[in-house]
Structure formats: structure tokens, C-alpha cells
């Protein structure tokens, strides 16, 4: 495949996702102060496994944690998991704002994109027993697409964060498992390869932050986190290349830690979330074997 073909495709795939109309949620709850500290809550609309309450799918959204991308663009992917006998939970939190170079928004905020994440889950269970009843908090598998995807492997590695990290937990979290969609997963390679034009870099402050906080923030450094993690991506992704994934699967490894990789053919990079694409009943069947 040509280079044209393949962007060809790339655009045409994304073009999919975003011109989606977005799916309304049965409820909406706030878990800070902030307007984008909030949580969709979308209940099950079918019984999708053996019976008794359905598990919880906490999902996280892409766009390279840039302000323009917000919880709507995923909200079909929330439905689908709903029809698919999912209690589902969208989880927003701060975005970049403001523009770096080149005009693009900027990267992530330090630290209250991390802070808003924790704060979200730490949250999740009450606010779960309140919304969406029922549904079993204590089977929640987190899932996230991208940047999204670099949150959900995070948001399992907090017992793993250095001592004075404030997001730090004194036990692994209370997951079935992680099922991250074509994540940011290794910052060292990410960085090299040029995800999201340098995104991970801004996200950690750019070159005075990168080094120094990313213990605190790259999930390739946060290993074994004792936690089910299944990783799923398209060999024909191009927003973010295969290599990132498999960097991260690769550090699992040397960790002692057994980590899934499922790589789709003919799949770029929006399509793990497009409810129109194959590739998004894949997720949800990865989803379910942690759930169930």
C-alpha cells in the first residue's frame, strides 16, 4: 500500500468515527468542581454475559489530550458497549488549552490531567452504586483509545508511582482488568516516533519536564502492575504505529508480566472504536473476557 492510500484510508476511517452523531447518556454526574470533571453514565441495554449485575467498562477518550477532543466523539463507542450488556462509564477530565508550536493545542495539563483521572476513579464506585444499579463496581475493566488508552494503563499503575507521586495508592487498584486501544504506552518511543506531533512531550511540560516526570507518567515505567492488561491495535495505524504498543508489551516482559497484544490487519487507528468496524467487536470481546 502506498503512502497517499494508506493516509487515504487513515482519514477516510476517522472521517467514520467523528462524523458520528453523538449518543446522549442515561445520566451525568460530576466528581469535582471543574466543568470537565464529569462522568456519562450509560446503563446496560442487554444482557451480554452469564447473568447477575453487569460489569462496569470505565472508558477513557483519545485526542492526544488536546481541549478539541472531548468525551462526545467517543459516546458512540459507549452505546455500543451498553447494547452490548455493558454498564458504562465516559470519564472526562482536563485537556490542554491554549496553543503550542505550530498553532496545535497544547498537550495534556500538568498535573490535572492526572489528578482529574485518579480523582475520577477513586470516585468511580459510589458514584457507580448512585447511577447505575444495576451494575457490580467490583467488576470494572478500565478501557481508553490513544491518549485515552496511556490514561487507562496509568490509572493501573498507581500503587507503582514514586513515593511522593500524589496519585500514588498503597495497593494495585480494585480492576478485572485494562483493555488499551492503540495506546500512548511508551513515551521514550513515542516521543522518537513523533506521536500526535510530539504530544507526550507536551504533556509532561515539554524538554524541562519530560525526563524528570516520567516516572510519574509513562506506563512503560510502571511494571508489573499485577492487573489483566490486554492491549489491542491495528497493524495500519498511523497516528499511532504498532512499535509503541509492542515497546510497552516488550517492558511488560522484562518485567515478569504477561501482557496481551492483539494486532488487527487492515486496521488503523479509528476503527477499534467505530461501532460501524469489525475491529470495535473485537474490543468488546476482549472487554468481555476481563468482565466476565
Known sequence: MTDDVAAARAAAEEESVLSRPPVDPDATAAYGDDPDQLIDFYVPRATGG????????????????????????????????????????????????????????????WPDTFDDVAAALDALPELVRRYLPQADPRRTVVTGHSAGGHLALWSAA????????????????????????????????????????????QLLGGDDGFAERRPYADPALLLPTGIATTLVQGRADLDVPPPVAEAYTEAAAKAGEV??????????????????????????EEIAQLAW
Do not use: M, N, Q
Open 158 to 201: 498507581r500503587h507503582l508511582l514514586p513515593a511522593d507521586a500524589p496519585w500514588r495508592t498503597d495497593r494495585p487498584a480494585p480492576l478485572r482488568g485494562v483493555v488499551a486501544l492503540a495506546p500512548i504506552a511508551d513515551f521514550a518511543v513515542a516521543d522518537k516516533l513523533g506521536v500526535c506531533a510530539g504530544a507526550a512531550r
Open 259 to 284: 501482557v496481551g497484544l492483539t494486532l488487527l490487519e487492515d486496521v488503523g487507528h479509528f476503527p477499534l472504536i467505530d461501532p460501524a468496524a469489525d475491529a470495535c467487536a473485537v474490543v468488546a
Open 50 to 109: 452469564p447473568g447477575g449485575p453487569a460489569p462496569v467498562v470505565a472508558v477513557l477518550h483519545g485526542g492526544a489530550w488536546r481541549a478539541p477532543y472531548d468525551r462526545r466523539h467517543i459516546s458512540p463507542f459507549a452505546g455500543f458497549l451498553a447494547r452490548r450488556g455493558f454498564a458504562v462509564a465516559s470519564i472526562e477530565y482536563r485537556r490542554g488549552a491554549g496553543e503550542a508550536g505550530g498553532g496545535d493545542p497544547v498537550a495534556g495539563r
